[in-house]
């Protein structure tokens, strides 16, 4: 029998095409796995399934009357949502931040209700508020503004549940901004906008737009809340993951994933228009 006398430094290896991971940290391959897992492989999937589809099929499928509408209400109504609660949950971090008053942190913990308050829950209760016999929807109905189950129901729980996300961005950034700088622009002469407006704002709007994606993303995924507060009609007020939902009951699996694909491809594009506004930002950070 031959053997082999080549010594051992001299024998081909067996190439390893995965031994680049022994070379890096065990917290980032635990990262590396984890987001893989949870994040890198579902989305390969998807497009995975979606490029199994004919272009030809892709596109027909994708520029439907009634999913060009989906898309329509559900990326303007989240932007107009998203936009809203980039107003109202600045002026709520600062009334929770510079302002002392009774009840406070109780109002301050209910800011979290709709992280904690399943989606479901949260649309069944604005449906009963805003109906036409609801606490609020009944004086709006008598002035001819119908809300619950219309495309302005839709927007109302998009606020709801995306409001938190400006909040809890802004409020550590007002906490940690010290107020000699406001004191130091009156003693100049600057008026509240001013320093409003030259002072604050600055350091402030990467927080705000960090805040204004977060709540935009949550609103254009959601579903829970959306599919009971609305009549969920096309080309009224039914949204895209309503829409999905709909062709997966209809046993439509090629059109549902064409259009999670299409949201997945419109999501990361704005989201990377949003972070190149954040980079843009934070030019205003004070050091």
């Known amino acids: 029998m031959a053997v082999s006398t080549l010594p051992t430094s001299t024998r081909p290896r067996q190439q390893n095409p995965f031994r680049w991971l022994t070379r890096i940290s065990l917290p980032w391959q635990v990262t590396i796995g984890y987001l893989s897992f949870m994040l890198f492989l579902p ?3 998807l497009l995975l399934k979606a490029s199994t589809e004919k272009p030809e099929d892709f596109i027909r499928i994708a520029t439907e009357p009634i999913a060009l509408s ?24 600062w009334i929770l931040v510079r302002y002392t008053f009774p009840f406070r942190r109780i109002i301050d913990a209910a800011i979290d209700l709709p992280f904690a308050l399943p989606t479901s829950v949260a649309g069944l209760t604005l449906a009963t508020v805003y109906s036409d016999t609801g606490w609020l929807g009944a004086p709006l109905s008598h002035l001819g503004i119908k809300v619950a189950f219309t495309r302005l129901g839709v927007g109302i729980a998009m606020v709801f549940i995306s409001l938190p996300f400006v909040v809890r961005t802004v409020q550590p950034v007002l906490a940690e901004m010290e107020k000699e700088f ?35 993303s949550r609103a254009v995924g959601e579903y ?19 829409l999905v939902i709909r062709q997966l009951e209809q046993y439509e699996y090629a059109g549902a994933t064409v259009i999670g694909t299409v949201l997945l491809v419109i999501s990361l594009i704005i989201l990377i228009g949003i972070n190149l506004l954040q980079a843009w930002g934070r030019r205003y950070d004070v050091k």
């Not at 130091?184 to 994606?213: E, H, K």
């Not at 829970?224 to 309503?242: E, R, T, W």
């Open 43 to 45: 989305v390969a999937a």
């Open 224 to 242: 829970g809340s959306v599919v009971i507060v609305a009549a969920n009609v096309p080309f009224q007020d039914l949204i895209a993951s309503v």
């Open 182 to 216: 406001e004191e130091s622009a009156w003693s100049l002469g600057a008026s509240r906008w001013q320093t409003f407006w030259r002072v604050i704002l600055p350091p402030l709007f990467p927080a705000i737009l960090t805040g204004v994606a977060l709540g935009f």
């Open 70 to 93: 989906a898309y329509e209400v559900t990326f303007t109504t989240a932007l107009i949502a998203a936009l809203i609660d980039g107003f109202f949950g600045v002026l709520i971090a």
